[in-house]
């Protein structure tokens, strides 16, 4: 077993999930109450959040964008409120890095990385 972090072990080694189409409006979005899929939330106990709260919103943006696949992101993740939350996000430097190039890119707003 390894007793480091390196470049091949870690939240810096995990692929971060970038769908394109994050920002088409015809992606159905979660709302209301929801519980995150076992492969996203994976410790612990099953948790629901009630995405009408703002700290909920930001506990599972953050365990989606960390966790979560390409269609989690799309299901779970409005960029307008991830943009509104980015100071208060909680990432490894890989999905901050990643996700202020996909705004960049998509938005046309620059947001720390």
Do not use: C
Request: hydrophobic share 40%; proline share 6%.
């Amino acid at each position: 077993m390894a007793n480091s972090r390196s470049s091949q072990l870690g939240p810096e080694a995990r692929p971060v999930a970038l769908p394109e189409d994050d920002d088409a409006s015809s992606i159905p979005k979660a709302s209301g109450r929801v519980r995150l899929p076992i492969h996203v939330l994976w410790s612990g106990a099953p948790k629901a959040y009630d995405l009408d709260v703002r700290q909920d919103r930001i506990r599972v943006y953050e365990q989606v964008l960390r966790e979560g696949t390409a269609d989690d992101v799309r299901f779970f993740v409005d960029v307008d409120q991830l943009i509104e939350f980015w100071g208060e996000l909680v990432l490894p430097r890989s999905v901050r890095r990643a996700w202020a190039g996909w705004i960049l890119q998509h938005r046309n707003v620059e947001i720390a990385s």
